[in-house]
């Protein structure tokens, strides 16, 4: 019973944070630089399962992120399936209720994930590219990280890793 309550609340905390993608993350401003609840979500869901269960919860989100903006149909997946399976071969060395390595982890996670995603795209070339991958994502990946450890804080009982 405990065991599955704990699922609950980690289930509330990840559908808070997709609700926020859509009701948050438009009011924030630029989406250059907004924080990316979904790849929260992603991260908190797949450092709680095998790497198989992270990469599948990738893909699936990377389609629908690939349905929702279709510039380049397939480069969403493809980043969100990496960053999926890394962060669930990770988990053994990512700990859920350190702050500093979840901010690092996340910060990482975020910059992979639109490293991989514009170069899949192949719409950008020469300064575009260099600003993207040295400005633009790093400060995406910054906000996102800042996102994740308030959210941890926020819900630190809630998220709180429970040994297999």
Do not use: C
């Not at 990840?14 to 979904?38: H, K, W, Y």
């Not at 514009?118 to 300064?127: F, I, K, N, S």
């Not at 400005?135 to 429970?162: D, I, K």
């Amino acid at each position: 019973m405990k065991v599955s309550g704990a699922r609950v609340k980690v289930a509330l905390v990840l559908a808070l944070l997709v609700a926020a993608q859509f009701a948050v993350r438009p009011r924030l401003g630029d989406s250059r630089f907004t924080p990316d609840f979904v790849l929260i979500a992603l991260l908190f869901f797949a450092i709680r399962v095998r790497p198989m269960g992270g990469t599948i919860a990738g893909f699936l989100v990377g389609v629908v992120t690939d349905a929702v903006t279709p510039t380049a149909f397939g480069a969403a997946a493809l980043a969100l399936t990496l960053v999926g399976y890394g962060a669930g071969w990770l988990k053994a060395v990512v700990f859920a209720d350190n702050l500093l390595v979840t901010a690092v982890f996340v910060f990482a996670a975020s910059w992979l994930r639109d490293a991989v995603e514009v170069l899949a795209a192949h719409q950008l070339q020469g300064g575009a590219l260099a600003w993207q991958l040295l400005a633009f994502s790093p400060l995406a990946a910054l906000s996102t990280a800042a996102v994740a450890a308030v959210t941890l804080l926020v819900f630190r009982g809630w998220l709180r890793q429970h040994p297999a």
